[in-house]
């Protein structure tokens, strides 16, 4: 059975820090792995998504890796900002299912 | 503006008294799931559908049912509720698996 582990559990970082986040699965079998925002009182927001045969993927000051042959993935936040203050989750598909197994997320605190 | 609505977003209710969160997209996706995310356990998959009238058990179907009559609708039901189902529920779509999910905004589900 899948599993999907991050690491740190939570992270507290002063603004304009470059910052890294970790995911980690252990089956390599997957589709693709999808990293989303959750704010409180609000749904999640896909932030990139990453096909299996790709190794990274950039939006902005965001910056996603894969390796899936280590089943790890981590998430860049260049120049962080208060507003990136939220949890992060990481989501992988496997090529034999159709569901989503997410870690439990890393909750990320930017302070001004 | 595309996006996924859930309603209604705060529910308490009664053991035993049937209820329906509705979900609706106006994207044209194919695809649509239900999760539930508790605390320590993370986002766990209930239910899911690839098109109309297909529809599949996920991670934890226990106690709930859906239909899936309509393309841009996918209701989740709890024909009994009890209390180990007060959980935030989120419904999700796609346009088909494997491509980016967007989330509802959530249903915080309170049974008493």
Same mark, same amino acid.
């Given at each position: ?71 790890? +993935? ?23 299912? +159709? ?14 | ?112």
């Amino acid at each position: 059975k899948q599993e999907v582990t991050q690491i740190p559990a939570a992270l507290s970082v002063p603004e304009g820090e470059n910052l890294v986040l970790n995911c980690s699965f252990t089956d390599s079998a997957i589709y693709n792995l999808q990293w989303f925002r959750q704010d409180p009182g609000k749904g999640l927001t896909s932030l990139l998504l990453i096909q299996s045969s790709q190794r990274e993927q950039t939006s902005g000051r965001l910056n996603a890796s894969l390796d899936k042959s280590s089943g790890r +993935s981590t998430l860049y936040i260049a120049a962080s900002q208060p507003g990136d203050s939220a949890t992060y989750l990481c989501a992988v598909e496997e090529t034999s299912g +159709s569901r989503l197994t997410f870690g439990e997320g890393t909750q990320l605190t930017v302070n001004p | 503006e595309a996006q996924v609505t859930q309603n209604p977003r705060y529910l308490i209710t009664v053991t035993g008294k049937k209820l329906t969160v509705t979900c609706s997209q106006n994207m044209n996706h194919e695809y649509m799931s239900w999760y539930r995310q508790d605390p320590g356990l993370g986002l766990r998959q209930i239910y899911y559908s690839m098109n109309v009238e297909v529809t599949d058990k996920g991670d934890v179907p226990e106690g709930y049912k859906v239909s899936r009559k309509e393309k841009r609708n996918f209701p989740l039901i709890l024909e009994s509720p009890s209390p180990n189902q007060t959980s935030l529920y989120f419904c999700a779509s796609s346009v088909d698996r494997g491509l980016e999910a967007f989330f509802g905004q959530g249903t915080r589900l309170t049974v008493v």
